[in-house]
Nanobody
């Protein structure tokens, strides 16, 4: 069993930065790949970034590539999403999730956090 809790969301001006955190519980955390997804009102949940157990593989969606950075600290059971140069279109609820292998496919993620709201004002 893996439990995930996101934090760090809030209101930020366009061009600003936020750092999201995802705290995980459970002994199996270090063996899981982790991902970040987001969902805006009226839209489907979409992939943002993922990271392998070793941190050697980090795919990003084209919309955030070069602006967002995913990282993890297995000793602290925590995954991060550093978001820079934020745009109004980044406004969404952001979710972290765990999978057995690194993947961009939402159906392959087995555990999900409750989400944290990110609002970017223009």
């Amino acid at each position: 069993q893996v439990q995930l809790v996101e934090s760090g969301g809030g209101l930020v001006q366009a061009g600003g930065s936020l750092r999201l955190s995802c705290a995980a519980s459970g002994r199996a955390f270090s063996r899981h790949a982790m991902g970040w997804f987001r969902q805006a009102p009226g839209k489907e949940r979409e992939f943002v970034a993922a990271i392998s157990w070793s941190s050697l593989t980090t795919p990003y969606s084209d919309s955030v590539k070069g602006r967002f950075t995913i990282s993890r600290d297995n000793a602290k059971n925590t995954v991060y999403l550093q978001m820079n140069s934020l745009k109004s279109e980044d406004t969404a609820v952001y979710y972290c999730a765990a999978a057995y292998t690194v993947t961009v496919v939402i159906s392959q993620y087995d555990y999900w956090g409750q989400g944290t709201q990110v609002t970017v004002s223009s």
